[in-house]
């Protein structure tokens, strides 16, 4: 499931963003990098819990993606660009940081968004343009722009949805 992510995660930054450097090229690669360590349901299954298991998943991708980059021997400097960004941090002002969050905004539209979907049907409209909302917030004007330019497979049965959403 995980090295599924990481390659979407890595076609879709060559998509979005083929001149990347290294650094973002491993930041993406590791955003989930030993998931499974940290289940949600080790977590109070409610928002706070949510919440809280988050924050400790983006400090562990950080603090294990850069231990094995210090084992390879890569330079501090690469090393603090992909702590930073695969642990959130700074994420509207570090130029990494937005990079990985957009790919991951879009990867989760392209792959996971429809699934999301089907797994909770009991959500209404005003629930879905919540969600729609804060993953579209989260990305930069140049990722949702590329999300609306054709380049990215949005699933068929959300379009409208996705489209009231952002629209205002």
Same mark, same amino acid.
């Given at each position: 499931?995980?090295?599924?992510?990481?390659?979407?995660?890595?076609?879709?930054?060559?998509?979005?963003?083929?001149?990347?450097?290294?650094?973002v090229k491993l930041a993406v690669r590791a955003q989930h990098i030993q998931r499974w360590k940290s289940p949600r349901d080790a977590f109070p299954m409610d928002r706070k819990g949510y919440h809280k298991w988050r924050s400790e998943l983006y400090n562990f991708h950080a603090e294990t993606?850069?231990? #094995?980059?210090?084992?390879?021997?890569? +330079? &501090?400097?690469? @090393?603090?660009?992909?702590? *930073? =960004?695969?642990?959130?941090?700074?994420?509207?002002?570090?130029?990494?940081?937005?990079?990985?969050?957009?790919?991951?905004?879009?990867?989760?539209?392209?792959?996971?968004?429809?699934?999301?979907?089907?797994?909770?049907?009991?959500?209404?409209?005003?629930?879905?343009?919540?969600?729609?909302?804060?993953?579209?917030?989260?990305?930069?004007?140049?990722?949702?722009?590329?999300? #609306?330019?054709?380049?990215?497979?949005? +699933? &068929?049965?959300? @379009?409208?949805?996705?489209? *009231? =959403?952002?629209?205002?």
């Amino acid at each position: 499931k995980e090295l599924l992510y990481s390659h979407r995660m890595s076609d879709m930054l060559e998509r979005y963003a083929p001149d990347a450097d290294d650094a973002v090229k491993l930041a993406v690669r590791a955003q989930h990098i030993q998931r499974w360590k940290s289940p949600r349901d080790a977590f109070p299954m409610d928002r706070k819990g949510y919440h809280k298991w988050r924050s400790e998943l983006y400090n562990f991708h950080a603090e294990t993606a850069a231990g #094995l980059l210090i084992q390879a021997g890569y +330079p &501090e400097e690469v @090393v603090e660009r992909v702590r *930073k =960004a695969v642990g959130k941090k700074e994420t509207k002002t570090n130029p990494d940081t937005q990079l990985v969050e957009d790919v991951a905004a879009l990867v989760f539209i392209e792959h996971y968004m429809l699934d999301f979907a089907e797994k909770h049907p009991e959500y209404d409209e005003e629930k879905w343009i919540r969600i729609i909302l804060r993953t579209w917030n989260k990305m930069s004007e140049p990722g949702q722009k590329f999300a #609306l330019s054709g380049a990215l497979k949005l +699933p &068929e049965t959300l @379009v409208p949805l996705i489209q *009231k =959403a952002i629209s205002g």
